[in-house]
């Protein structure tokens, strides 16, 4: 069977949005990207979760009661599936989990103004079990600047404070959305490895949202890891004359392999957070489509089980 072990999906935002307008779906199945029921065709299998949601539209003084609820959904879903999925907080627990035949499910949050950009509420969502933490989305915030939003201006000093103590509690940075100098800031003060769980190469596709060749190397240089998108935005239009549409992904992973990427790419496939995904991919059932055509490239066995679990892993 196939790894696979994903850094990014909106899947629990998803739910609870289809909720709110009256459509009743689980995490055991739905009609959206991602369920328990398609990940349970992967062996080895896990999925880190993200509380997401846009500050703009999200009444004021409501973001940390709505982190919360999404919490609260996160857990319940859980809660009602023990057959097929275990929460996660660490590498052994997701080889527990796996070695049981279930898939593991792990936290993250995207965009500290679900915390209000308070350091102060870093302890209690470690103790969620999140690991990985996007200081922004793309709303600029008192931390930082993003990709989309003044996207000139850096680190704040609260924006400093704020990732020392992510990682005094064992919380990765996720530099996926952060502005340029914003990711130049953090590597300069991080002591820990650094994320981006769902950016592809600015080589490639010139969108501001992609890593350029030097941010890459950072990551890796770091320990971290770099999940690959899926979402056509920001793969780009691929090249002319290309028979297969995976050949569009594949262009990211085989750059970042020119980069000695070896040990640092894994997947953050953005499902469930956008509605166009490249490579011919319609939702987490058609990650084998890629494993194949990497396999028909010549891509070692070994490389495989890297990029699709173990790079991941390894951070845990």
């Known amino acids: 069977m196939i790894p696979y072990f994903d850094a990014h999906c909106d899947t629990i935002y998803r739910l ?19 369920d328990l029921q398609r990940n349970a065709a992967f062996s080895p299998r896990a999925q880190f979760f993200a509380l997401y949601g846009d500050a703009a539209q999200i009444p004021a003084g409501q973001h940390w009661q709505f982190c919360r609820r999404l919490h609260h959904r996160y857990c319940r879903e859980i809660a009602a599936n023990p057959d097929l999925v275990s929460h996660c907080t660490t590498g052994a627990e ?13 936290l993250s949050i ?16 470690a103790a969620w079990g ?8 793309n709303r600029a915030n008192m931390l930082s600047g993003t990709n989309c939003e003044e ?19 064992h919380i990765y940075p ?7 100098p914003g990711f130049w800031d953090l590597m300069k003060i991080a002591r820990r490895p650094v994320v981006a769980s769902h950016s592809n190469s600015r080589t490639l596709c010139a969108h501001r949202r992609n890593l350029t060749d030097d941010m890459f190397k950072a990551i890796r240089d770091s320990g971290g ?39 640092t790419i894994c997947f953050g496939g953005d499902l469930d957070g956008c509605e166009s995904l490249a490579g011919g991919i319609n939702g987490v059932q058609d ?18 089980y890297d990029i699709f679990w173990g790079n991941l892993r390894r951070i845990l």
Request: glycine share 10%.
């Open 174 to 180: 996720d530099v996926s959305h952060l502005s340029d």
């Open 287 to 304: 990650i084998p489509k890629l494993y194949a055509a990497m396999a028909r490239r010549g891509y070692d066995a070994g490389l495989l």
């Open 225 to 263: 890891v770099v999940g690959i998108n899926l979402y056509t935005d920001f793969v780009g239009p691929g090249e002319a004359g290309q028979t297969n549409k995976t050949d569009q992904i594949l262009r990211h992973i085989e750059h970042f392999l020119i980069l000695d990427g070896q040990k």
């Open 94 to 106: 997701v080889d527990k989990a796996v070695a049981s035949g279930r898939s593991a499910a792990l």
């Open 130 to 137: 999140v690991r990985l933490l996007n200081p922004v989305w």
């Open 16 to 34: 609870d949005d289809l909720s709110r307008r009256g459509r009743e779906e689980t995490l055991r199945e739905n009609t959206v990207h991602v």
């Open 151 to 169: 996207p000139g201006r850096g680190l704040s000093g609260a924006g400093r404070d704020f990732i020392r103590v992510l990682e005094e509690h």
């Open 110 to 125: 995207e965009g500290a103004d679900l915390l209000d950009c308070d350091a102060r509420r870093i302890p209690e969502v």
